[in-house]
């Protein structure tokens, strides 16, 4: 499990730096806190591919899994993108500084509540 999750968060991380190092020059973003849009990127993506991962290889043998695979990801990932979208509202705007570190703390639980999951139940995923 760790080696699929690890190359899925390493490919979505060059993308996500190859695509946001572009849209910041073209469109002039001037990024206020560098190093927490870094964290806030790899936490995206750590909880993003580890429910990635799980739920592929859940659905890699249904029939119609094309379907269900969205189904069943959007509405466990949509606390996670919550996070992201405030936190990142935050690191570019600077809007509601008060309310950063229960963001980063509901991020943080999120990732941690979905690796471990993921973990546990990749096995028995496998099994059947």
């Known amino acids: ?3 699929k999750m690890l190359a ?6 060059f993308t996500q ?11 002039d973003i001037d990024v206020r806190y560098w190093l927490e849009f870094f964290l806030v990127l ?12 799980l739920l592929t290889t859940m659905t890699a043998t249904v029939r119609g899994k094309e379907m269900l695979l969205p189904i069943l990801f959007f509405p466990l990932m949509v606390p996670s993108l919550l996070c992201l979208v405030h936190l990142t ?3 570019f705007f600077g809007s509601h ?5 229960s963001w980063w703390k509901l991020l943080l639980g999120f990732d941690v ?11 028995f995923v496998v099994e059947e």
Do not use: A, K, Q, R
């Not at 899925?8 to 991380?13: A, D, E, F, K």
């Not at 936490?43 to 580890?50: D, E, N, Q, R, V």
């Not at 509540?113 to 096995?123: D, K, M, Y």
């Open 1 to 3: 499990f760790l080696g």
């Open 8 to 13: 899925n968060t390493i490919s979505l991380l």
């Open 17 to 27: 730096l190859l695509v946001i190092s572009l849209w910041l020059f073209l469109l």
């Open 42 to 53: 790899l936490f995206g993506t750590i909880g993003f591919s580890s429910l990635g991962t």
């Open 89 to 91: 509202d935050f690191l």
């Open 97 to 101: 500084p008060e309310e950063v570190w």
């Open 113 to 123: 509540l979905l690796l471990t999951l993921s973990l546990l139940g990749f096995e």
